[in-house]
């Protein structure tokens, strides 16, 4: 089996948003296609940050932490507060979406929707960042 790749991740949430594909169909059939769908955005956004740092600081991409890795995108070696600011709301979003509480209903088509679009442009963002000079 092939690692799930950030692109797989999105074509994997865009098949359930729009109940195609065996995944797809399978995930409106049972009902649980808002938070796996909004688990699959969430770790195409984690995968889209670990290849920034692979990139432009190995060191970086070393850490385990996966919410150092996001707080570092606000300093000098980072693409910058607003693109850092994006991608926080965007985690916390999708990570409370993925979440199962009973008294809360789970995000909307809509809402998973405007997050994919969200992630994929700020993926494409950060693969177009260039390396910082050292």
Do not use: N
């Not at 796996?36 to 920034?52: F, Q, V």
């Not at 600011?85 to 979440?99: G, M, N």
């Not at 929707?113 to 442009?121: I, N, Q």
């Amino acid at each position: 089996m092939t690692a799930p790749t950030p692109a797989r991740c999105l074509a994997a949430a865009d098949q359930m948003l729009r109940g195609a594909g065996p995944l797809g169909a399978a995930a409106v059939t049972a009902g649980w296609w808002p938070r796996a769908c909004a688990c699959l955005i969430r770790l195409a956004l984690e995968g889209g940050i670990d290849a920034y740092w692979r990139r432009t600081r190995p060191v970086v991409a070393a850490c385990r932490q996966g919410r150092a890795k996001q707080l570092m995108l606000r300093g000098r070696l980072g693409p910058g507060g607003t693109v850092a600011r994006r991608i926080a709301f965007a985690w916390a979003t999708l990570s409370a979406a993925a979440h199962h509480h009973c008294y809360e209903v789970a995000p909307t088509a809509v809402e998973l929707r405007r997050l994919h679009t969200e992630v994929s442009a700020l993926l494409t963002h950060l693969s177009r960042e260039r390396t910082p000079e050292r």
